[in-house]
């Protein structure tokens, strides 16, 4: 089945230490996107990639940068994680980003910072 | 600035009927989606408008009032598996999606 895959599913790393999320598809989408959710509140668009065409949002901190080597691999690395930083971060793609395209989720990774 | 406002919490009984409402203030319109959340996991697609009126998929129906500003999501036949959160979001004139923060189902037997 085509699907978005994300890994690893819990990710544990201590003050400072620096982590990468990794994100895979098979549904041969142009375009994705890495978003951060915490409790209760609505997805953050971190980045988002139209084919290697990146595209960072204005209050997506310097910590955080992201790296798409080819059409299927996304990765999200923070240089050096703080305790505000513990989030779900979800990894999505769509087709074309445009009109009605609907954009599908990987299962996420919850990052705790100790 | 825009905006995607949502009820953050329901209450509801198995088998009974839900209304969830969503109004948005948003530069531009290109269509509304409705996800649903379960607690842990990612969001999954539900429903999509653009066009003012009533999309039915089974027990879920989707509303759109562009005039209004307003859309509502529709839960039928209530199961427990339906507890969850359900996310509101709207594509902008740049074709962003804006997402709302949510309303969280709660679903009594």
């Known amino acids: 089945d085509a699907m978005v895959i994300q890994n690893p599913r819990y990710q544990v790393t201590q003050f400072g230490k620096p982590v990468t999320l990794s994100c895979s598809q098979t549904?041969?989408?142009?375009?994705m996107y890495w978003y951060q959710q915490k409790s209760s509140q609505a997805p953050k668009l971190l980045f988002h990639?139209?084919?290697?065409?990146?595209?960072n949002e204005a209050d997506t901190p310097d910590n955080f940068q992201s790296r798409r080597p080819n059409t299927s691999f996304c990765f999200l690395d923070i240089r050096s994680p703080g305790l505000g930083d513990a989030a779900m971060y979800l990894c999505?793609?769509?087709?074309?980003?445009?009109?009605?395209?609907?954009?599908?989720f990987g299962p996420g990774t919850r990052l705790t910072v100790l | 600035g825009q905006n995607i406002d949502q009820p953050t919490e329901m209450t509801a009984t198995e088998g009974a009927i839900v209304q969830i409402n969503c109004t948005y203030q948003t530069s531009g319109f290109n269509g509304l989606f409705w996800y649903q959340q379960h607690a842990g996991e990612a969001p999954t697609f539900l429903s999509y408008n653009v066009l003012d009126g009533l999309e039915e998929k089974g027990r879920f129906s989707s509303f759109l009032s562009r005039s209004k500003g307003y859309s509502y999501l529709l839960l039928k036949e209530l199961q427990m598996k339906d507890s969850a959160s359900y996310l509101c979001?709207?594509?902008?004139?740049?074709?962003?999606?804006?997402w709302g923060a949510g309303t969280k189902l709660i679903i009594k037997p």
């Open positions: 990639y139209y084919d290697k065409d990146f595209n």
């Open positions: 549904l041969n989408h142009n375009v």
């Open positions: 999505a793609t769509s087709r074309d980003g445009q009109g009605s395209d609907t954009q599908y």
């Open positions: 979001a709207v594509i902008d004139s740049n074709y962003q999606l804006i």
